[in-house]
């Protein structure tokens, strides 16, 4: 779990004792945290990225060498990050209130060339199911280079539900669902 006083706390789910607390270096609170699940030939340990409300992104390891600092930090968000969710083994996307959407991959030291101009501050992101557009969330894993998840579903602060395929458009959305009339978490 990752709180508004800046804590990343890991739970052991069976007992519901605090396993570990990690001090983050957001300068305010975490907005969001995504834990990847991905098998990599990277690492072995499971990673943690946190958005924060100073617009930092973090990457935390967790496994039996947790580290207090993070591992990387990823700059790019000009207003908070708010949300974010793992598409493979090196990739992750955050949204913020920035208007944008920002593709990382962890193995390369900038972000990558897509950023997705948004209309809206992003509120939440889902990675789709590659086989089954219908909406449903990835529980796929994959240790291929390129994203496993191929479309997400970016919700907007208007109210709007917004479908991007990350392999061929990053301009203008393949979908734009209505029917909220505020920002869809």
Not at 35 to 64: P, Q, R
Not at 68 to 83: D, E, I, K, M
Not at 137 to 163: F, H, N, Q, W
Request: glycine content about 10%.
């Amino acid at each position: 779990s990752a709180g508004l006083d800046g804590l990343l706390r890991l739970w052991d789910p069976s007992s519901g004792e605090e396993e570990y607390q990690i001090i983050t270096y957001h300068g305010r609170g975490i907005s969001d945290v995504a834990m990847s699940s991905w098998e990599s030939s990277i690492s072995s340990a499971h990673k943690a990225v946190t958005c924060g409300d100073d617009g930092n992104v973090f990457m935390y390891e967790l496994g039996e060498r947790m580290q207090h600092p993070p591992v990387r930090s990823f700059l790019g968000h000009s207003a908070p990050s708010y949300c974010a969710t793992w598409l493979s083994a090196s990739t992750f996307i955050t949204g913020g209130f920035d208007r944008k959407a920002i593709l990382w991959d962890i193995r390369a030291p900038k972000p990558l060339a897509n950023t997705l101009s948004l209309r809206q501050h992003a509120y939440s992101i889902l990675g789709l199911d590659k086989t089954s557009w219908s909406g449903s969330a990835s529980s796929s894993s994959s240790s291929s280079s390129s994203p496993s998840i191929e479309r997400v579903a970016i919700g907007l602060g208007d109210g709007a539900l917004t479908v991007w395929d990350l392999r061929h458009s990053t301009k203008a959305p393949l979908k734009e669902l209505r029917g909220h009339s505020a920002g869809v978490e």
